[in-house]
């Protein structure tokens, strides 16, 4: 039966897409932000992460929690500050739900949380899992301690699955255009060697998985969010090119001019993450995009 679906992190690109397809399929959606506004299309609770405020009708509201609230890894250079605002954004925020929920009297009946593919740091071509040894660089602790400020919402009762997302395509925002509008101009081309592998999953893959987190009570504990087959980052930008009918007329551009330009943010895109989707794929869902070319069509149409 729909719900009420309470969505921290709602201006950003999969919440925005999220809404619309709970929408569309019957469901209530209110958006939990720092800026109540009028200008939305849906209902909007106040919380006020640093200060540890939150508007307790929000967790009375809900039915079920998807928080994806965090600051964009990529918007900026990563300055020591900006790094303190990618962790504190998500851990202070499960923080304060999770001492939120511990505290007022609710019917929350699921949490659902996003983590990152990033917990396992440049793997290589090793195939990793769900049960895979976590990496120790910067993003890979940021996710490490959200997974573990989450899951610590599983301790009051509360069902609570927490999906490690992988590059997730979308012609609205991320990575996909960042990689089109170079390829558009006749100046794409690999990114360091080119064979790190890249574990992506189409915007709308992601938002049926959350809805079945919802609906599924099978569905917990942790997940990765990817297709099932990823791809190399040289042929991530040979597929891209084909679509957009374009060639791929320059050489590689070397990690180190990659290092020079995005300084520590680079091992975001340098970094080969091969993810395995076995586990989601034993639960019965089904993906409409396993592979790249369906992904990258329903977005872009060859020109003429």
């Known amino acids: 039966m729909p719900g009420k679906i309470l969505i921290t992190g709602g201006s950003g690109l999969i919440s925005t897409r999220l809404s619309e397809v709970l929408i569309d399929q019957g469901y209530e959606v209110a958006h939990l932000s720092r800026h109540a506004t009028k200008f939305t299309h849906y209902k909007t609770f106040k919380w006020d992460i640093e200060n540890a405020r939150i508007d307790d009708s929000a967790i009375t509201w809900a039915d079920y929690i998807i928080h994806l609230a965090g600051t964009n890894v990529t918007s900026a250079k990563w300055t020591e500050e900006h790094k303190q605002n990618i962790y504190n954004s998500r851990i202070k925020s499960t923080t304060l739900l999770y001492n939120c929920l511990r505290n007022t ?42 997974e573990a400020a989450a899951w610590r919402i599983n301790d009051l ?66 997940y990765n969010a990817v297709a099932p087959h990823p791809i190399t980052n040289k042929k991530f930008v040979k597929e891209l090119a084909e679509v957009l009918n374009k060639p791929l007329v320059l050489p590689n551009l070397p990690a180190f001019a990659v290092n020079l330009v995005l300084g520590e943010k680079s091992e975001t895109i340098l970094a080969s993450q091969r993810v395995s989707a076995n586990k989601v794929l034993q639960t019965g869902f089904t993906f409409e995009y396993n592979y790249i070319d369906e992904a990258l069509n329903s977005f872009y149409k060859p020109e003429a």
Request: net charge negative; aromatic share 10%.
């Open 157 to 222: 009762g509360i069902r609570t699955v927490i999906y490690r997302i992988g590059i997730v395509l979308s012609d609205k925002g991320g990575a996909m255009p960042q990689m089109a509008r170079p390829i558009k101009l006749m100046a794409g081309a690999p990114l360091g060697s080119g064979n790190q592998y890249m574990s992506w999953i189409h915007i709308d893959d992601l938002c049926r998985l959350f809805i079945s987190a919802i609906e599924d009570h099978g569905f917990h504990g942790v």
């Open 105 to 146: 009297e609710h019917h929350v009946k699921g949490f659902i949380s996003a983590s990152a593919i990033g917990i396992y740091g440049d793997s290589g071509e090793q195939l990793m899992s769900e049960e895979s040894i976590y990496a120790d660089d910067f993003l890979a602790r940021v996710c490490k301690d959200w």
